[in-house]
């Protein structure tokens, strides 16, 4: 059993900062890739960044040069610094990974896409 948890949401002002923390734990194997989405009320989740085993890194054209993805491979733990946050950032924020994690029912590790449970962001401005 694997399973994400994210935290480090909360309310903050227009043109500050929040750093959100994604922990996988369980029988993982490998992570490949972890990523940050976001849900804003009455739209579709969209990618928010991306972080490889090796490093690169992935982001939305609207959050690019404010938000920094970073990943500790041996802690099994994926950030997202946010900074000079805007309104228009206001979302649940959803932290997902895709890699290989074992399984009691395969003799190998298996390949699964995983999703936490969200942590919200409000930006008042």
């Known amino acids: 059993q694997v399973q994400l948890v994210e935290s480090g949401g909360g309310l903050v002002q227009v043109g500050g900062s929040l750093t959100l923390t994604c922990v996988a734990s369980?029988?993982?194997?490998?992570?490949?890739?972890m990523e940050w989405y976001r849900q804003a009320p009455g739209k579709e989740r969209e990618l928010v960044a991306g972080?490889?085993?090796?490093?690169?890194?992935n982001y939305a054209d609207s959050v690019k040069d404010r938000f920094t993805i970073t990943r500790d491979n041996a802690a099994n733990t994926g950030y997202l610094k946010m900074n000079s946050l805007k309104p228009e950032d206001t979302a649940v924020y959803y932290c997902?990974?895709?890699?290989?994690?074992?399984?009691?029912?395969?003799?190998?590790?298996?390949?699964?896409?995983?999703w936490g449970q969200g942590t919200q962001v409000t930006v008042s401005s």
């Open positions: 997902s990974t895709r890699g290989y994690y074992y399984s009691d029912y395969e003799p190998i590790p298996v390949f699964a896409a995983l």
């Open positions: 972080i490889t085993s090796g490093g690169t890194t």
């Open positions: 369980g029988s993982i194997f490998s992570i490949d890739a």
